[in-house]
């Protein structure tokens, strides 16, 4: 009985996944996340999962990073990448970061299901478009690579500094002392080649979708 992972936050879409789903794996068993924290504790849960249905633009995470993020903890689960945002160049980077198809929202019914049974059959799957567009740059293939090496703790560190929460935010939202975020924090700089949290989060910021959107966070005094 295959598992079919669906990561969307909109109740409407994820319902519309199912369906094209059940049409093309009538057994299926699926499970379903609507943020990126459900996201990684169901992909832990399901380590034998054979396909993720990946919502771009899930709460808590930024662009390209949730699935950058996934491909290095979990090389083994094909990822489809489905969105709103249809840009060929858009399109393109995801496949550069390692999924293995792109669904746009507005694909019909027929088009899910095609999708759907090309990436199980090992095949990728994406518009024509994506194919002929521009990959993505050297320096986002390096901030992804940087990327890979965190912890999940560190990552989710990372994207809460990048909503511009200060470290004892962070610490209470996490539960754990100031001085671990610290700790944190400082082994982020490091993995990433940073000097502070903003340019830790500059370089982050290169696999948001439009990264010109980017706003610094806060320095913070020791």
Known sequence: MPTVIVADD????????RGAVARVLPDARLREADGVDSLYALVEDEPDADLLLLDLNMPGAQGFS???HLRALHPQLPIVVV?????????????????????????????????????????????EAA?????ADEAEHDAAQRLRDLTPQQF?????????????????DLGVSEATIKAHVTAILRKLGANNRTQAVLIAGRLAVDPGAITPPPEELD
């Open 66 to 68: 949730a699935l950058v």
């Open 10 to 17: 909109h109740p409407l879409f994820r319902e519309a996944l």
């Open 83 to 127: 969105s709103a945002r249809e840009e060929p160049a858009v399109m393109r980077r995801a496949l550069d970061h390692g999924a293995v198809g792109f669904i746009p929202k507005s694909a019909d019914a027929g088009t899910l299901g095609e999708a759907i049974t090309a990436v199980l059959d090992g095949d990728r799957w994406a518009p």
């Open 131 to 135: 194919l002929s567009a521009a990959p």
């Open 156 to 172: 989710r560190v990372l994207q809460m500094l990048g909503a511009g929460l200060l470290n004892k935010q962070i610490a209470y």
